[in-house]
């Protein structure tokens, strides 16, 4: 459930649903409700860890460079 959902990522519901509409978070409508599987949840999260990381990683090149 997107409650679920938000408890899992450590923010409301409206974030939820807003990634959702967005199709940020993989889910499927079943009638009028949200189904995400969790797979795709714990996915999502380790794709935005990676993502991240990523990104720092880059800034920090990009310091580290003009220290050089």
Same mark, same amino acid.
């Given at each position: 459930?997107?409650?679920?959902?938000?408890?899992?990522?450590?923010?409301?519901?409206?974030? %939820?649903?807003?990634?959702?509409? =967005?199709?940020?978070?993989?889910?499927? +409508?079943?009638?009028?409700?949200?189904?995400?599987? /969790?797979?795709?949840?714990?996915?999502? %999260?380790?794709?935005?860890?990676? =993502?991240?990381?990523?990104?720092?990683? +880059?800034?920090?090149?990009?310091?580290?460079?003009? /220290?050089?």
């Amino acid at each position: 459930s997107q409650q679920d959902a938000a408890k899992a990522l450590k923010c409301n519901v409206d974030a %939820v649903r807003d990634k959702l509409m =967005r199709g940020e978070i993989p889910a499927y +409508k079943d009638g009028t409700y949200w189904k995400i599987p /969790k797979t795709l949840l714990q996915a999502y %999260v380790e794709n935005e860890a990676i =993502r991240e990381a990523k990104e720092r990683r +880059k800034a920090h090149e990009k310091i580290q460079d003009k /220290k050089v």
